[in-house]
């Protein structure tokens, strides 16, 4: 998989640059990856979470004991809303 083909199809032609890519897929990724959307950005995260062996998340305001799987659901959830965002794994 290119980077050319994660990128929105409805960008002209020979318009392949991202503006971020974001390694790890966990809360702190994903977040990043939610303020670079909302800004507009066209962002690919590598869709690899550093804590998906773990059984729950912790330190993070408002997400005391829920699944890692979980958090990254929702999180991407809130991605989809954001054209310019792209998942290496998924959409």
């Known amino acids: 998989m290119t980077t050319a083909t994660l990128l929105d199809e409805r960008e002209p032609a020979g318009s392949a640059t991202l503006d971020a890519v974001v390694v790890g897929a966990g809360p702190a990724g994903l977040s990043a990856a939610l303020v670079l959307g909302r800004a507009r950005r066209r962002v690919l995260d590598t869709g690899r979470p ?3 062996v773990s059984n729950a998340v912790g330190g993070l305001l408002g997400q005391v004991g ?3 799987a979980e ?3 929702s999180a991407r959830k809130q991605l989809r809303e954001y054209p310019k965002w792209r998942s290496a794994t998924t959409r």
């Open 50 to 52: 550093a804590n998906r």
């Open 66 to 68: 829920v699944a890692p």
């Open 71 to 73: 958090l990254r659901r």
